[in-house]
Nanobody, 121 residues
Framework: QVQLVESGGGLVQAGGSLKLSCAAS????????MAWYRQTPGNERELVAF???????KYADFVKGRFIISRDNAKNTVYLQMNSLKPEETAVYYC???????????????WGQGTQVTVSS
């Protein structure tokens, strides 16, 4: 059973950058899809970006051109490079993994504990 642990969150000024890491306790080679979600109190989780086992990526419109998702299978780690951060992007960011169908069902096989990102103005 793969466990996911996020890190790299913290405080950053608006316009700044952070790189989040999602370290897996086991191989991610056979996980079809890895993704990042974010959530603020009182709001539903929203999909930020995902990456397939083959390296294909897709981004939510609100981060397109600013964020980059990547994976390093040798290190069993997924990354989210976040640039030009905005205060409204303050949230807990979660790493998830599972089947492609999880994009529709929301039934991800693996969830991380989340890492807090705070963007100040």
């Amino acid at each position: 059973q793969v466990q996911l642990v996020e890190s790299g969150g913290g405080l950053v000024q608006a316009g700044g950058s952070l790189k989040l890491s999602c370290a897996a306790s086991g191989s991610i080679d056979s996980i079809p899809l890895m993704a990042w979600y974010r959530q603020t109190p009182g709001n539903e989780r929203e999909l930020v970006a995902f990456i397939t086992a083959g390296g294909s990526t897709k981004y939510a419109d609100f981060v397109k051109g600013r964020f980059i998702i990547s994976r390093d299978n040798a290190k069993n780690t997924v990354y989210l490079q976040m640039n030009s951060l905005k205060p409204e992007e303050t949230a807990v960011y979660y790493c998830v993994g599972g089947k492609t169908s999880a994009l529709v069902s929301g039934r991800w096989t693996y969830w991380g504990q989340g890492t807090q990102v705070t963007v100040s103005s």
